[in-house]
């Protein structure tokens, strides 16, 4: 649900000018694909990626890849699937979200491309070009993608629809910041900066949010790669109204923790953003349950939905005042 995976766009930044990558330098790229204990997702995953990798070595004959499966299962159960489609497997013990996208930092030492993709996601065929033809195309130090969620299967009313909707972008559009479930890195920025994942978000998420959000800072750039789409699966238990409200929640209180560890920590900015926050999240209450209401009496099931994430997101912002945390990545590990 990229709406709440990543900051809201709060500035509006200058076009600058485009530096392209020549095509004739040549680059070594790396798929890594976070999982754990979702064998069945991640073979779809897998497949998907060796298509699109087909089609970049076709396309793209400078441009030499691999895939990097990282399995947060000490056991290692996801081996099995990645040896089926050749993929390199690492054990990464330590539990998280940044843990393993730091494991990935780290494996791709020798890459001058990083390319994150979910365990639940199934890339189109042409995804790593649109990626890497972007990345060249602009000079970017990131590249992201569209990520599409397929309900086209399932019995998902109005309301639900509405809540997986995601914001509409331009080809090319400068991001201030963006979530890993479809992301190119060009690590060569990325260690010159000394970026890393923060293991204060590794349970909550955000970890992707504060990451990108640090690499816009330090003078890098993030693209948007309209063709570069991925298909999200979602399962029975993420189309429900409960659990749905209950992402919303965790996501905006998850997602103002990471603004405020970017604005710093003195005294006065935290009481100032406090007051901004209260007030913000109070009319997000109210002018959400005004519009349910509407909703409610016209029987609109698509704004009943985006309504009540809005009034969500307002409990999620004042749940962020005390420090609220809702760790449910840990929750998979358990």
Not at 59 to 69: F, H
Not at 159 to 184: C, F, H, I
Not at 185 to 193: A, G, H, K, T, Y
């Amino acid at each position: 649900m990229e709406p709440e995976n990543g900051m809201q766009p709060t500035t509006v930044h200058e076009e600058p000018e485009a530096r392209a990558v020549p095509s004739s330098e040549t680059s070594h790229l790396v798929v890594a694909v976070p999982t754990l204990h979702r064998l069945d997702l991640l073979a779809r995953a897998l497949a998907g990626v060796e298509a699109a990798r087909s089609r970049l070595t076709a396309e793209r004959p400078d441009l030499s890849s691999e895939v990097l499966v990282v399995d947060n299962d000490p056991a290692g159960s996801a081996a099995p699937v990645a040896s089926q489609y050749g993929a390199k497997h690492v054990v990464e013990s330590r539990p998280g979200l940044a843990a393993v996208r730091n494991r990935a930092l780290d494996e791709a030492a020798a890459a001058r491309l990083l390319v994150f993709l979910d365990d639940d996601e199934a890339p189109d065929e042409e995804w790593l070009t649109a990626l890497t033809d972007t990345w060249r195309s602009f000079g970017a130090q990131a590249v992201a993608g569209k990520v599409e969620t397929d309900l086209s299967d399932r019995d998902a009313d109005a309301w639900v629809q509405a809540v997986y909707e995601r914001p509409r972008r331009e080809d090319g559009q400068l991001m201030p910041t963006a979530a890993t479930n479809n992301l190119l890195l060009d690590l060569d920025f990325v260690r010159r900066v000394g970026l890393r994942f923060d293991y204060r978000f590794g349970f909550s998420g955000g970890e992707d949010s504060f990451f990108t959000a640090q690499l816009v800072q330090a003078g890098g750039e993030i693209r948007w790669a309209e063709a570069a789409r991925v298909v999200e699966s979602v399962s029975g238990e993420r189309l429900t109204r409960k659990w749905l409200l209950r992402r919303s929640v965790r996501a905006w209180a998850t997602q103002l923790r990471v603004e405020e560890g970017l604005r710093g920590s003195g005294r006065n900015q935290r009481l100032l953003a406090g007051g901004q926050l209260a007030g913000q999240s109070l009319l997000r209450l109210g002018g959400g349950a005004t519009l349910w209401s509407v909703a409610v009496l016209r029987r609109d099931g698509h704004r009943q939905g985006l309504s009540a994430r809005t009034m969500a997101r307002g409990v999620g912002g004042l749940l962020a005042l005390t420090q609220f945390e809702d760790d449910e990545y840990r929750g998979r590990h358990g």
